[in-house]
Structures are given as C-alpha cells and as structure tokens.
C-alpha cells in the first residue's frame, strides 16, 4: 500500500476553532476503518437536502449516489455550480495511491478528492457513515480523511453450484460489498451438484447439470435428503447485467469454473467428459465426490477451452479461477488410458498431472489476456487425508503468473508459494469460511485474522489480498445466508482494507452493531 501523506493539523486545528457550531457529541461509525483520520469536535448541519457536484471526470453515478444517501433520510440535489455545492467530487492525479481518497468536511462543505473514480467512490461509502443525528438534525463531523485499503484484492464468494440463489439475491450481496469497500466478487458457478453458467455450446451443461432431484439436508453425515428438485442457471444475458450492476458499483466478478474435479454435474451432461466414461447423474450428496475430468483425453482439454472461450468472452475480469481443489486421483489412477499418457509425457505423480493439465489452461488463458488463479491444491501438495503421499508433486512447478488462493494446509505453506514468487489471495478457512458455525468462527476471530501472518519483508508484496468465502452446501435459502453472512462480512472487509496498526475490536464492534440493525432486516 503506498504511504499516506502526514496531514497538515495546523489546517485541521484553524479550521476546527474557527467553526462557531455547538460541539459535536456523536460517535463516528466508519466500516472499514480509514487508515487516517482526524476527527474535529463540531459539526456541520447538513440538512435533508443535498447538494452534489460532480466533476465531469468523476465518473460517478448520480442514479447510485441517490439510492445509496436515501437510507440516511438525505435527498441529493445535483448542480452544476461547484461553489455552493455541499457535497463536492473531484479527480485530482496522484491524490493518495490506488483506491484511496481523501474526505475533509468543515464550515464550506464536504470535499472528496481521489486519482479515479473507485477512490471517489470509496469516499463515498465512508461519508454516507459518517451522516447521524444531532439535536434532530441530520449533521457530519468536521473531519480530514486521508485512506487506501491495505490490499487491492478484498473478496467475498458466492457458492451456487449447491444451492441456486437467483439474480436479486446476488445484486443483494452486491450492494452490501459495495457498502464495505469490497472489490471483488468471486462467483463459484460450477460443482458436482450443480452448473449454474450457460454455455451456448453446451446446452446439456445447465439442461442435465443445472438440476438435481434431491439434495442432501442436516449435516455432512446425514442420510436424509429432502426428495425436492432443486435446478436454475444464469443465462448470458443475466450474467451480463449482473456483471453491468457490479461494476457500477467498483467490483469485478471473477468467475470460478471448476476442474478437473468437482465435475460431476458436467460429465452427468456429457459422460465421455468423465475418465471412466459412464452416465453418472448430479450428485444429491455433498462432500467430495469420486468424478474427475479426464485431463489425458484431447477432446476433454477442448471442451474445457471452449467452455473458458466462452467465459472469457462474457468476463472483463483479468482473472478466471479453475477451482482445481479437492481432486481425487483414484480413477486417474485407475484409468489405463491415464496412466499411459503420463508415461508419454513424463509425468510421475497424479498431482505431476493436474500441474501439467493446470499449466495447460494457464498458458491458454495467458493468449486470452487472462490470468489463472486456483485453489492451493494446484501447487501439488498434500493437504487431505485421502491423499497418499506418493501421490504428491515429485518435482512439477506452476507456470508463472498463477495466482495460488490459499485455504488449507499448514500457514507456512504460504511462505513456501511467495518464496516460489507465487502471488497468493489468504483465505485460510480457519477465519474465513462463512459456512462455518459463529462458535466456531466468531465476529472476533474473524477480525483478527491476519492475512500476513509470518510473512515479511518483500514476500508480503505477494500477498495481494484476502477472501472470504460463503460454501452453499447448508444454506439453501437467502435467509439462511444471511445469518452466517452478517455480520462477519464486515470483518473481512476491515481486514482487507486497515492496516492492523489502525484496527480496533472494541470501536469495530460497536460500529458493526449499528450496521447489523440494518442487515437483520434481510433475514428476520
């Protein structure tokens, strides 16, 4: 993160005393945390009308900024006319790195400045949390605000290969990551139990694949299942304008195809996809399932292509993730077609072959502009009890550029992928799986993850940001979601955002109370 610039408190302090407002006695409630901020002890009465004016190259939406102010009972009146505007957006080059803005508020109004339109934005959500009430009038504290997050890559995933959310229910979520300086929105739209991504080449994928006829209920070894079909997808066109809504509001959606496992409901489509090549249908039981891609086939590698021609066509994303978790190695192991094609190439392990099929797809999506990211099983290390150890990498390295999320194993083995000048996005599920019940994973564990712990120097460079991850296998409806969800979504938005000499339980809790006021409205 670039070094925020020292504030001039002699302005700060001239600008405060010379205010002749009565002293501001609220509580200034900020999610995430700016990383500097000065806060004046008067105000700034700023009445139900607003006046905005928006620089032509701010890039900002006035349709957004209304919606967004009108929780706060503000009503936005747009002028052309900077000088008697309250409210003012403006672009000014090298204003304090990638992301950030600065915010000062004072007799003359609230001013925000950044280098582009995501810090403007950001500037944004910080004053929208800073409007409260004094003396039944809406008011904003004299502030100076100088912010950028700490990491550029600040996610949350959505698994709907499980359970199908639908269109309003992901703008939703949309909406919320918008509101806490959240990035990037990783879409989790293939597993075993379900394909949720129209592909026009393959229209069996969401026919066959998109639906199952019961599912799993209660737990990870429950033997009751509900006897309902459960079935939806997204069509392009729905994809695009979800991708439309995202970006009005800073986010990037990276889509998650999986493979070479968790490929059950594709090969239930389309069988020869499978190693063993024999009509299967879409698992109603979750867990890690027996079906794998098989990578030894040419026209299996063409199919994955042509799916990812068609997911780079609908994504501006640079960055597609192969999931590439979880694979088990039995039918490779099992299959004579596989085993002779790693003796043609080389290859010794069954993980030597997934390495080889990843930096197939890498290399293929590098020609599309586009960078690979997976789950850290692709680094060929064992991290699962169902794995044996000499199936494990014997020597084959990723291809350059591949970005390895991490989420299990030993934290060292972070090191040991920076070390190899991997880039890596933390996720380790100890503090970030938002299936995971509150007491195992509670609000406070949450906020003192660390997604640099025991990585130094340099090395932390390659920690390009965090993510948390909502798995969908027990949470089939929104309101289900919604509970694990919120309001431990705001503690990895502070995460990614505030550097941990600016964080603080205590002041975090108390501003995710007021904001959890709001978020129960979604689920009660």
């Not at 014997?394 to 299990?408: D, K, N, P, Y």
Request: charged share 25%.
């Amino acid at each position: 993160m670039k070094n925020l610039s020292n504030f001039n408190l002699l302005i700060i302090i001239l600008l405060f005393s010379s205010c002749r407002q009565q002293p501001f006695t609220g509580t200034v409630h900020i999610i995430p945390y700016p990383n500097q901020i000065a806060i004046g002890t008067q105000y700034r009465p700023i009445g139900k009308n607003l006046s905005i004016y928006l620089s032509p190259e701010s890039g900002m939406d006035k349709d957004y900024i209304e919606d967004l102010l009108s929780d706060t009972g503000v009503k936005c009146k747009f002028t052309n006319f900077k000088w008697i505007a309250d409210l003012t957006f403006d672009i000014e080059p090298d204003t304090i790195g990638l992301e950030g803005y600065r915010l000062v508020s004072n007799d003359y109004g609230t001013k925000i400045t950044a280098s582009d339109t995501k810090g403007l934005f950001y500037g944004l959500q910080t004053f929208r949390q800073l409007i409260t009430s004094q003396n039944n009038t809406l008011v904003i504290p004299f502030v100076e605000i100088a912010d950028s997050p700490k990491f550029l890559w600040r996610a949350l995933m959505l698994d709907e290969g499980r359970y199908f959310k639908g269109k309003e229910e992901v703008k939703k979520l949309l909406d919320e990551m918008a509101r806490l300086k959240m990035n990037t929105f990783h879409w989790h739209l293939t597993d075993d139990q379900g394909w949720r991504i129209e592909i026009k080449k393959y229209p069996l994928l969401t026919k066959i694949g998109g639906k199952r006829d019961s599912t799993q209920i209660g737990n990870w070894n429950s033997n009751i299942y509900d006897g309902k079909v459960h079935e939806g997808f997204y069509t392009q066109e729905e994809i695009k304008e979800i991708i439309d809504y995202a970006a009005k509001r800073q986010i990037t959606i990276v889509p998650e195809i999986e493979m070479p496992g968790h490929a059950s409901a594709a090969i239930a489509a389309y069988p020869q996809l499978g190693t063993e090549k024999q009509s299967i249908k879409v698992p109603t039981r979750f867990g890690v399932q027996y079906h794998a891609y098989n990578v030894a086939d040419p026209k299996v590698i063409q199919f994955i292509k042509d799916v990812l021609d068609e997911v780079c066509n609908l994504f501006p994303s640079e960055t597609i993730h192969i999931g590439g978790d979880e694979v088990k190695y039995d039918q490779w192991k099992k299959s004579a077609q596989v085993r002779n094609f790693m003796k043609e190439q080389n290859i010794k392990t069954p993980a030597d072959l997934q390495i080889w099929f990843t930096n197939t797809i890498s290399h293929y999506l590098e020609n599309k502009k586009k960078h690979m990211m997976g789950w850290n099983e692709i680094t060929g290390v064992k991290i699962h009890d169902y794995t044996d150890f000499e199936d494990a990498a014997s020597g084959a390295s990723l291809a350059e550029g591949t970005i390895v999320h991490f989420w299990r194993g030993d934290p060292s083995l972070i090191k040991q992928t920076v070390k190899k000048g991997y880039q890596v996005v933390n996720s380790y599920h100890e503090y970030t799986y938002l299936d995971y019940d509150t007491a195992y994973t509670s609000l406070e564990k949450a906020y003192h993850f660390d997604p640099l712990a025991g990585i130094t120097g340099k090395e932390t460079d390659l920690i390009i940001g965090i993510g948390a991850q909502m798995w969908g296998e027990w949470i089939p409806t929104p309101s289900d979601m919604y509970r694990k969800l919120y309001p431990r979504i705001a503690a990895f938005a502070e995460c990614g955002w505030t550097s941990p000499s600016n964080k603080s339980w205590k002041r975090f809790n108390q501003a995710a109370y007021k904001e959890n006021l709001r978020w129960k409205q979604l689920y009660q």
